[in-house]
């Protein structure tokens, strides 16, 4: 199924992913401050959303503390597409505020350069931890409320820094950021490990009740929707290459549901978008922690970028129906992901095959055919002008349409 090679490799990456005696005891250590590090990135909706969340955490727990940095936008390398990814980050705020504790305005907008600027310069003002987590709160409410003179208000009440120090300040935070690990804001740095907003505070807490802080009550609670269920099949933007859509990919497979229509595109690489080192890493460690907690087997994984991912694609669109499409994803993706399966290699792309009942004459025949190319371009075109996303698994349900496997609940309370 896999070279020797791969096999290694694969085993090398299990063990990164999975912490030793020595990392875990480094996180001990670290844990013993009961300090979490903060990265807010203002005009970024899962900021003022995560702010929200850790000041109910502090006011919980006085003996934490919050160090609060204020980061720009990601660079460019991690931000391959900036318009998009902020009016996502809008429309996801706008959700999460909608079905959670959590207040997000619905009208809310970017912000102008020069409101943006100005709450930077309020937070860029040093000031105690816990001052400071309250006023990021405070001013990102004003931010995202569109209140020019609320903010004219904290800027009198909080005072500034000056404007000549909002770019350099800004820009040496994002550098501090990047040595130390991580690409974006919205995070919180703990015992050595990263949270991304408010859906990674699970983990979060779990880590603080390790360290002998509280309980791991949850701090965001679940609202609903009052939606009205929609009708139409499920369609699933996903990559053969993505962790996160593997983790999708099984959890569709493992309950009934409604007709799903799969729509698989190229990894963010082959599409000439830039995924660094770092994010890679990152989003690896953190599919880790989802798959350990949903139980699906992760962590032994042969990179497929290249001629494992066109092959795969080629054996999928070959397949009689969308049944037949998810058994293969599946099993595709499981040998990816969790056995180190080199889908490139002919062995390995038929083994996975035969676990999804695909015989090896529809693969040979499916791979001398190349029309799925054509339909990965209209995917491709579809994510990102229909739905306004570049990054999978996206999923469009009718006319609602959310970007990520932490969002599939949503999509489960709108199904018939």
Same mark, same amino acid.
């Given at each position: 199924?896999?070279?020797?090679?791969?096999?290694?490799?694969?085993?090398?990456?299990?063990?990164?992913?999975?912490?030793?005696?020595?990392?875990?005891?480094?996180?001990?250590?670290?844990?013993?401050?009961?300090? %979490?590090?903060?990265?807010?990135?203002?005009?970024?909706?899962?900021?003022? %959303? /995560?702010?929200?969340?850790?000041?109910?955490?502090?006011?919980?727990?006085?003996?934490? &503390?919050?160090?609060?940095?204020?980061?720009?936008?990601?660079?460019?390398?991690?931000?391959?597409?900036? =318009? #998009?990814?902020?009016?996502?980050?809008?429309?996801? $705020?706008? /959700?999460?505020?909608?079905?959670?504790?959590? &207040?997000?305005?619905?009208?809310? +907008?970017?912000?102008?350069?020069?409101?943006?600027?100005?709450?930077?310069?309020?937070?860029?003002?040093?000031?105690?931890?816990?001052?400071?987590?309250?006023?990021?709160?405070?001013?990102?409410?004003?931010?995202?409320?569109?209140? @020019?003179?609320?903010?004219?208000?904290?800027?009198?009440?909080?005072?500034?820094?000056?404007?000549?120090?909002?770019?350099?300040? #800004?820009?040496?935070?994002?550098?501090?950021?990047?040595?130390?690990?991580?690409?974006?804001?919205? *995070?919180?740095?703990?015992?050595?490990?990263?949270?991304?907003?408010?859906?990674?505070?699970?983990?979060?807490?779990? $880590?603080?009740?390790?360290?002998?802080?509280?309980?791991? =009550?949850?701090?965001?609670?679940?609202?609903?929707?009052?939606?009205?269920?929609?009708?139409?099949?499920?369609?699933?933007?996903?990559?053969?290459?993505?962790?996160?859509?593997?983790?999708?990919?099984?959890?569709? $497979?493992?309950?009934?549901?409604? @007709?799903?229509?799969?729509?698989?595109?190229?990894? *963010?690489? *082959?599409?000439?978008?830039?995924?660094?080192?770092?994010?890679?890493?990152?989003?690896?460690?953190?599919?880790?922690?989802? @798959?350990?907690?949903?139980?699906?087997?992760?962590?032994?994984?042969?990179?497929?970028?290249? !001629?494992?991912?066109?092959?795969?694609?080629?054996?999928? +669109?070959? #397949?009689?129906?969308?049944? $037949?499409?998810?058994?293969?994803?599946?099993?595709?993706? &499981?040998?990816?992901?969790?056995?180190?399966?080199?889908?490139?290699?002919?062995?390995?792309?038929?083994?996975?095959? =035969?676990?999804?009942?695909?015989?090896?004459?529809?693969?040979?025949?499916?791979?001398?055919?190349?029309?799925?190319?054509?339909?990965?371009?209209?995917?491709?075109? !579809?994510?990102?002008?229909? %739905?306004?996303?570049?990054?999978?698994?996206?999923?469009?349900?009718?006319?609602?349409?959310?970007?990520?496997?932490?969002?599939?609940? %949503?999509?489960?309370?709108?199904q018939r």
């Amino acid at each position: 199924m896999s070279t020797l090679r791969a096999q290694l490799r694969g085993r090398a990456l299990e063990a990164f992913l999975t912490p030793g005696p020595v990392r875990r005891a480094l996180r001990h250590a670290r844990r013993r401050s009961h300090t %979490l590090d903060v990265y807010l990135q203002l005009d970024d909706g899962h900021s003022h %959303l /995560l702010a929200q969340a850790l000041e109910r955490l502090l006011a919980r727990h006085p003996e934490l &503390e919050a160090r609060v940095t204020v980061v720009p936008a990601p660079a460019a390398d991690a931000d391959p597409e900036p =318009e #998009l990814r902020s009016a996502w980050t809008i429309r996801d $705020a706008k /959700l999460v505020g909608q079905t959670t504790n959590l &207040e997000f305005p619905e009208r809310a +907008e970017a912000p102008p350069a020069d409101r943006l600027r100005r709450a930077n310069a309020i937070l860029l003002r040093p000031r105690p931890a816990r001052e400071q987590l309250a006023a990021a709160v405070r001013v990102g409410d004003a931010l995202w409320r569109g209140d @020019a003179e609320a903010l004219a208000a904290l800027t009198r009440e909080l005072g500034t820094a000056t404007g000549l120090e909002v770019t350099p300040e #800004l820009e040496a935070s994002y550098r501090a950021l990047r040595k130390k690990g991580h690409y974006q804001g919205a *995070m919180v740095h703990f015992g050595g490990e990263w949270f991304w907003g408010v859906d990674r505070l699970p983990f979060l807490l779990a $880590a603080l009740q390790k360290a002998g802080v509280g309980e791991a =009550e949850p701090l965001v609670r679940e609202q609903g929707t009052r939606d009205s269920p929609i009708d139409g099949p499920l369609e699933v933007f996903f990559s053969f290459r993505s962790p996160y859509s593997y983790l999708a990919i099984a959890r569709l $497979a493992a309950r009934p549901g409604p @007709a799903l229509l799969l729509r698989p595109v190229l990894p *963010m690489v *082959m599409r000439g978008l830039p995924v660094p080192r770092i994010k890679r890493f990152y989003i690896a460690r953190d599919a880790k922690r989802l @798959a350990d907690r949903q139980g699906v087997p992760f962590g032994r994984l042969c990179d497929p970028v290249g !001629a494992g991912v066109e092959r795969c694609i080629a054996v999928l +669109e070959a #397949l009689p129906d969308e049944p $037949a499409k998810l058994r293969f994803a599946q099993a595709a993706m &499981e040998g990816i992901w969790s056995r180190a399966v080199e889908v490139a290699s002919d062995p390995g792309l038929l083994a996975v095959a =035969e676990q999804a009942g695909v015989d090896e004459a529809t693969v040979r025949s499916a791979l001398a055919d190349e029309g799925w190319r054509a339909t990965v371009e209209e995917n491709r075109r !579809a994510l990102r002008e229909e %739905l306004g996303l570049w990054g999978v698994p996206s999923f469009r349900l009718g006319s609602f349409t959310v970007w990520g496997q932490d969002r599939m609940a %949503l999509l489960d309370a709108r199904q018939r």
